[in-house]
C-alpha cells in the first residue's frame, strides 16, 4: 500500500444504502455485490491516485484518502458512474488536517466525514464548501456543484454547507439530506403528483403492486432529473418536487401529465427544510391545489400563475 499522505488531505467516505435489508433478503447476492464493490473501488481510487485507508470498515463502507480534492471529486463520480448498480452507495467527500496512525487515521476530521455522509442518499455524492473552493476550475468540464445549503450534521459543531456533485450518469433528485435542520429559508416552486384512481391498486396482488411502484419511482426520477429538480420525495402514489425556477416545475408538470394518470399542484413561496423535511406554507398550499385538480390538470397558485404565464 502506497505511504498514507499527513497533513491536510481530502477524504472520500462511502457505504451502501439499506444494506441490512439486503443481507436479510439475498445474503449470497449481497456478498457478490460487495466483493465486486470492493474491487470498483479500489481500481478507482488507485487510478485517482488515492489509498484505500479501509475496505469494508463498517460492515460495508470504504475510508479512502487523497492529496489532491480534485481527486477525490472525480474518482467519487467514477465510484456513482460504474457500470454495477445493484448498491446504493452515498459518498461525502471533505478536506481537514488529518495524520495517519498505525494504518489508519484518526480524529475529529474523520468523524465530521461520516456525519456527513450519513446525511446522502445512495447514489448520491455530497461535499463540503471547502472542496468546492480548492477544487473550481481543477475538474472535468461535465462535473458541477449545486448547493444543498447550511446545515446542522450532528456531531459537528457548526453549520455546514454541503453541495451535491452533477454530471452526466449521476442522478439529480434525491430527498432532502438527512439532518437535524436547515438553517435558511429559500423561495421554490412546489410540486405536488398524485395519480388518480390509484386506490383500486391495493387489490392487487403484492408483486404487481411492487412492480408498479418501482416504475412510478423510476418515472418520477427521470422526470425530476430532467427538469432539474431540487428535491424528491415518494409519497404513496404520487410525489413532491423543490424547484429553484419555476418553469422547471411547469415543464416537470406537463411531462407527468403526458406520462401517467396523474394530477399536479404547483405552488410559489419560501420553503425551510426541518429535520430532512420540506416545510411551510407552500407544501400545505401545494397540497391543497392538487386535491382539487382532475386527472390531467395542473392547477397552480397566483403567484405561479404570474410568473408562468395562465397556459398551463
Known amino acids: 500500500m502506497r505511504t498514507l499522505p499527513s497533513g491536510v488531505v481530502a477524504l472520500l467516505l462511502a457505504d451502501v444504502e439499506a444494506s441490512t435489508a439486503n443481507w436479510n433478503t439475498d445474503a449470497v447476492e449481497m456478498e457478490a455485490a460487495l466483493s465486486a464493490l470492493d474491487d470498483d473501488v479500489c481500481s478507482i481510487v488507485t487510478a485517482h491516485d488515492g489509498v484505500v485507508v479501509k475496505a469494508r470498515g463498517e460492515g460495508d463502507s ?15 463520480a467514477a ?8 448498491l446504493a452507495v452515498r459518498i461525502a467527500v471533505l478536506l481537514g488536517e488529518a495524520r495517519p496512525r498505525d494504518g489508519d487515521y484518526v480524529g475529529a476530521i474523520v468523524n465530521h466525514g461520516a456525519r456527513i455522509r450519513s446525511t446522502a442518499h445512495g447514489g448520491q ?30 456531531d459537528v459543531p457548526t453549520g455546514v454547507e454541503l453541495f451535491q456533485l452533477h454530471g452526466p450518469g449521476l ?45 412510478l419511482i423510476e418515472t418520477f426520477r427521470q422526470l425530476s432529473d430532467h ?8 409519497v404513496g402514489d404520487g410525489c413532491l418536487v423543490g424547484f429553484e425556477d419555476p418553469r422547471a416545475a411547469m415543464e416537470f ?15 410559489l413561496g419560501v420553503i425551510d427544510v426541518v429535520e ?22 395542473i392547477r397552480v397558485c397566483p403567484l405561479m400563475a404570474s410568473v408562468c404565464g395562465s397556459d398551463h
Open 227 to 234: 427538469s432539474d429538480g431540487r428535491y424528491l420525495k415518494i
Open 62 to 76: 470504504h475510508f479512502c484518502v487523497f492529496e489532491m480534492a480534485s481527486s477525490a471529486v472525480s474518482a467519487a
Open 125 to 154: 455524492v455530497v461535499v463540503t464548501s471547502s472542496v468546492v473552493e480548492v477544487v473550481r476550475g481543477r475538474l472535468a468540464d461535465d462535473l458541477t456543484f449545486r448547493s444543498l445549503g447550511t446545515h446542522r450534521v450532528r
Open 253 to 267: 408538470a406537463r411531462a407527468s401529465i403526458e406520462q401517467l394518470p396523474v394530477r399536479v399542484g404547483i405552488a
Open 79 to 86: 465510484i456513482q458512474r460504474r457500470r454495477d448498480r445493484r
Open 171 to 215: 442522478r439529480r433528485s434525491f430527498p432532502p439530506l438527512r439532518t437535524r435542520a436547515h438553517e435558511a429559508s429559500t423561495v421554490m416552486a412546489v410540486a405536488v403528483v398524485d395519480e388518480v384512481g390509484a386506490s383500486h391498486r391495493v387489490q392487487e396482488a403484492d408483486d404487481e403492486l411492487l412492480d408498479w411502484q418501482r416504475g
Open 276 to 297: 430532512g423535511e420540506l416545510t411551510g406554507r407552500v407544501v400545505f398550499d401545494a397540497y391543497g391545489l392538487v386535491r382539487h385538480a382532475s386527472q390531467g390538470e
